[in-house]
């Protein structure tokens, strides 16, 4: 069994209306943690499962995540206040796989820009984020300050490139090479990212958002399909995931 953690909230800020950013104190999270792996969250009142939240970032101490209220559980997750204690499970999943050297696209949308902010910091990347209008557009600042090389988009065209993310990065990769793709969002999203990527034969590394249950591979809540034969066809997203080659999964 993971290992849980009393964990103080030391600073919250809601990014825009629905969408909360945390830091908590979690020396021990911090140290284990890998870019794209993820946390399993008690949000306490009546809720029984944990919620599972992506690492946004990590420093020293402390461990950073954003999250968007969908439900009960992150409603009352927001509601909590800081100096409050929240009881978290992780670092959990199998991360994203940087090697030094690469020139790397890492693109995402939504909420989907949260656990890509460490990735592009460590790595040579041009990073893409797609998000509705001006109005959903978060993080910006922190991506500027970690990568010098950040293309914001609108599907409204209010703010930044006129359209999405993945047309943006098919612009970009008609005269620029890049060794690898890194890409979390919305499934149509990774499912275009994976076909671009196929079809230019770049490596490429997704991360899935399922629905999860206990969050360590005992309940099979959050399996998803893939190219491989027999019982190993499904894979649960919480122990094998979520960061998967994107050849290996079935969108």
Not at 44 to 64: A, E, H, Q, Y
Not at 146 to 158: E, F, P, Q, W, Y
Not at 184 to 190: D, N, S
Not at 222 to 233: F, L, P
Request: aromatic letters at 8%; hydrophobic letters at 40%.
């Amino acid at each position: 069994m993971k290992q849980t953690y009393n964990c103080e909230l030391i600073q919250k800020d809601e990014l825009c209306p629905g969408i909360w950013d945390f830091v908590v104190k979690a020396p021990e999270i911090a140290k284990q943690a890998q870019t794209g792996q993820f946390l399993h969250i008690a949000c306490g009142g009546n809720t029984l499962l944990r919620r599972p939240i992506s690492i946004c970032d990590v420093g020293g101490k402390f461990v950073r995540f954003a999250f968007q209220i969908k439900g009960e559980g992150t409603r009352l997750l927001a509601a909590r206040e800081v100096g409050d204690i929240i009881d978290i499970m992780g670092p959990l999943g199998h991360g994203f796989t940087a090697n030094p050297g690469e020139k790397a696209v890492v693109i995402g949308g939504g909420i989907g820009v949260f656990p890509l902010l460490r990735l592009a910091r460590e790595t040579d990347s041009v990073v893409f984020l797609g998000f509705r209008n001006k109005d959903m557009v978060v993080m910006e600042d922190d991506y500027n300050e970690a990568n010098g090389h950040v293309v914001i988009c609108t599907d409204d065209g209010s703010y930044g490139y006129n359209g999405f993310a993945v047309a943006a990065m098919g612009e970009y990769l008609l005269e620029n090479k890049a060794d690898v793709i890194y890409c979390c969002g919305p499934k149509p999203m990774l499912k275009t990212v994976k076909q671009i990527a196929e079809y230019r034969k770049i490596p490429c590394q997704l991360s899935l958002e399922e629905r999860m249950g206990c969050g360590i591979g005992a309940c099979l809540t959050c399996v998803c399909e893939t190219t491989d034969e027999g019982m190993a066809k499904m894979k649960q997203v919480c122990t094998c995931g979520p960061v998967f080659n994107s050849k290996e999964v079935v969108l």
